[in-house]
């Protein structure tokens, strides 16, 4: 075992810093959960205290009619931030019955719902969970409408998770509700599961201006050969498809700013780094969370808001050495070097401006978070269970042929 004179100065002083951030990091979380029970029990209070004094001043079915408007909107907050138990409170305070094709409705509806919990929600790998995505699904009507069109459907109802488990519960069900509902557009639903894939790619491709190869309707056409049980569908079929998402992308659901709290609940990663500034190049204490392809920086953990955002897409992460700080890591561009990096933060003002950075340095504490934060923003960077997806499948078929 180390005694105090095996280490030196530095490594004194470094071990020193990294239990002051660990017991800085620990007050915010005390805090955080303080603050955060502080507030559900002051809602709680305040609807017990609303229902006493409407069930007093006002007897009668007006006063449960107000009293379950309430609840409502109560449940509805409560599902942004944790969708189980936004449904369990509606659920035990006879809003929805436990009828699984009532909350499919209540879904379907989505009246002040966050549909990016709504998403998270039906991905669920719970059977309760799997139940209520395909009678949300059947809710949709997709007769008689070509595949794009169904899509944009589906897809505006909800946002699509980011995990690929969730997306495969979800396209699996879109696909065989769509087959049954149009019989004989396919001779299976892996071919519809499939080529879903490869449209919401191929919207992907031709609408973000960051792809610069766009591809052309014979590339489209000779990924989808062979998808049909081993046959290939018809070229007026796929050029209509095309088509229709070159002409106009899919509506993406926009939520309100429940939306980013909820970004923030379940993180790749999290934690204390420093940041080095963009034009005044002094070092700063942020904590950083990864997420959803993107990486935010705020000045506390209980800040709502972040300082700034980095979107993720086409950059790199590699191992740097800074004369003025150890462990670092660096954000960067290796396809256009000299530009700035497109990303946002806030100014002094509180306004959102674009960032400064033509690339991000940032230190951690010890070299092994160093090598653990590289490693989960790469596999951010690279990580597309869409591509995954579509090859598992497109094996099933191979073997059956």
Known sequence: MWGSTDLTEAEEAEIETIRKHRQELLEDIKKLKEEIAEVFAEIECFQNAKERQEADNNPGDQSSKLSQRDKLSLGRKKFNVDPAKGI???IEHEVLSSDLQEIARFLHKGEGLNKTAIGDYLGGRDPTNIQILQAFVACHQFANLNLVQALRQFLWSFRLPGEAQKIDRMMEAFANWYCKCNPGVFQSTDTCYILSFSIIMLNTSLHNPNVKDKPPFERFVSINRGIDNGGDLPEELLKNLFESIKNEPFSIPEDDGND?????????REGWLLKLGGRVKTWK??????????LYYFEYTTDKE??????????????????????????????????????????????????KHQSYRISAATPAERDEWIEAIRTSITQDPFYDLVSARKKKIASKN
């Open 285 to 294: 204490r942020r904590w950083f969370i990864l997420t959803a392809n993107c």
């Open 88 to 90: 369990q409170y509606l």
């Open 260 to 268: 980013l709290t909820h970004t923030f609940f379940n993180p790749n």
């Open 306 to 355: 972040p300082l700034g955002i980095i979107p993720l897409e086409n950059l790199s992460v590699r191992q740097v050495d800074d004369p003025k700080k150890p462990n670092c890591f660096e954000l960067f561009n290796p396809n256009c070097k000299g530009q700035k990096i497109k990303a946002c933060k806030t100014d002094g003002d509180g306004k959102v401006v674009e960032g």
